[in-house]
C-alpha cells in the first residue's frame, strides 16, 4: 500500500461521556423504574412508529445511559446485536435493559420479540454483559420479560 492511499483509511471514532456525577445516577431496582425511565426516553414515538432502546447499567444498576438503537416504522424495527453491544461495551456497561414500543397497543410479546431477546441474551453472555430485561412499552402500560418469567 503506498503511503498516498494511507490518508484515504477512515478513523473511526466511538465516544461515550459520563456528564451525570455519581451521586445523582438514577438507580434500577425494578421494571417500573426501567419504564419510567425509558418511557421519558421514547417520547411521542410510542404510539406513533416503533423504536428499540437499551438502557446501560454498571455494576450497582445505576444507570449510565439511555441509547435509541433503531427507528423503524409502524409494525417493526431492525435491532443489530453488533451496534447495541458496541455501545454498550464503550460505555462500561456490566448490565442493560432492552426496550421498544408496541405502537398497536398490544402487549403480548410476538415471537420475533422472544427470539430476539434470546439471540441478544446470548451475546451478552460471551461478552460478560448481563441482559437484565426486555421490556414491551405501549401508551398505556408496559409487558416485563423479567417479571414474567420468560428472559
Excluded at 455519581?22 to 419510567?36: F, G, L, P
Amino acid at each position: 500500500m503506498t503511503q498516498e492511499k494511507l490518508f484515504f483509511i477512515q478513523e473511526v471514532e466511538v465516544r461515550y461521556k459520563n456528564v451525570t456525577p455519581k451521586n445523582e445516577r438514577a438507580k434500577i431496582q425494578s421494571s417500573h423504574d426501567a419504564n419510567e425511565i425509558l418511557r421519558i426516553a421514547m417520547g411521542d414515538l410510542i404510539d406513533y412508529k416503533e423504536a428499540f432502546y437499551i438502557l446501560l447499567l454498571n455494576n450497582s444498576n445505576e444507570v449510565l445511559g439511555v441509547s435509541k438503537l433503531s427507528e423503524g416504522g409502524i409494525t417493526g424495527t431492525l435491532v443489530d446485536v453488533r451496534l447495541l453491544f458496541q455501545i454498550a461495551l464503550k460505555s462500561h456497561a456490566v448490565g442493560v435493559i432492552l426496550a421498544h414500543n408496541h405502537p398497536s397497543g398490544t402487549l403480548r410479546p410476538s415471537e420475533a420479540d422472544k427470539s430476539l431477546t434470546q439471540k441478544l441474551k446470548k451475546a451478552g453472555d460471551y461478552l460478560d454483559i448481563k441482559v437484565l430485561d426486555h421490556l414491551i412499552i405501549t401508551t398505556e402500560s408496559y409487558f416485563s420479560f423479567a417479571d414474567e418469567n420468560i428472559l
